[in-house]
T-cell receptor, first 118, second 115 residues
Framework: AQTVTQSQPEMSVQEAETVTLSCTYD???????LFWYKQPPSRQMILVIR??????QNATENRFSVNFQKAAKSFSLKISDSQLGDAAMYFC???????????????FGTGTLLAVQP | EAEVAQSPRYKITEKSQAVAFWCDPI?????LYWYRQILGQGPELLVQ????????DSQLPKDRFSAERLKGVDSTLKIQPAELGDSAMYLC?????????????FGPGTRLTVT
């Protein structure tokens, strides 16, 4: 079974600085998707960035980028020029690309609570 | 912008009572998910629907939980009887298709407290 581990329960960053959130995962599959979701307090979870395992190029979305190391099964999120609105719980998630399978559920880590200091 | 709707947002119930949550996915989304998020943990899938059919309910405690999506649109998740350990956030999500890396869109959740 696949697992996702986030070893940093809490992180803090100064406004305008850069922070990196860590995520490791375990799987025997070769094709899959990885995601970072953001969950602001009392608001719905939204997708931050997505990475397809078959793509070697790291995904980027504006100030958000990932460092995907497939062999090491590592998927970290870098937030540049941090803003107050970035404060939230961040979840790393794994999803199989098992097209013939029954489910495509997301498997989440335990989350990292990011605080942004003004 | 279309969003997943959930109600109620908060629910307090006593142990052994019945409770129900409702979810209305984004229009046209065939796949609907119910996740449970216990405080301090990541969400875990309870049940997945493809249209009106259950695709995965392997983690659903079927002795007390039930879920339905009768017309393949909105869905109801029921707990009867509720137990103290059911206190959690219940998240509904939807996606356009079942396969590929399509994004799952989440609702705001229902926070359940069982006393």
């Amino acid at each position: 079974a696949q697992t996702v581990t986030q070893s940093q329960p809490e992180m803090s960053v100064q406004e305008a600085e850069t922070v990196t959130l860590s995520c490791t995962y375990d799987t025997s599959e070769s094709d899959y998707y990885l995601f970072w979701y953001k969950q602001p307090p009392s608001r719905q979870m939204i997708l931050v960035i997505r990475q397809e395992a078959y793509k070697q190029q790291n995904a980027t979305e504006n100030r958000f980028s990932v460092n995907f190391q497939k062999a090491a099964k590592s998927f970290s999120l870098k937030i540049s020029d941090s803003q107050l609105g970035d404060a939230a719980m961040y979840f790393c998630a794994y999803r199989s690309s098992n097209y013939g399978g029954a489910t495509n559920k997301l498997i989440f880590g335990t989350g990292t609570l990011l605080a942004v200091q003004p | 912008e279309a969003e997943v709707a959930q109600s109620p947002r908060y629910k307090i119930t006593e142990k052994s009572q019945a409770v129900a949550f409702w979810c209305d996915p984004i229009s046209g989304h065939a796949t609907l998910y119910w996740y449970r998020q216990i405080l301090g943990q990541g969400p875990e899938l309870l049940v997945q629907f493809q249209d009106e059919s259950v695709v995965d309910d392997s983690q659903l405690p079927k002795d007390r939980f039930s879920a339905e999506r009768l017309k393949g649109v909105d869905s109801t998740l029921k707990i009867q009887p509720a137990e103290l350990g059911d206190s959690a956030m219940y998240l509904c999500a939807s996606s356009p298709v079942r396969t590929s890396g399509n994004e799952q869109y989440f609702g705001p959740g229902t926070r359940l407290t069982v006393t």
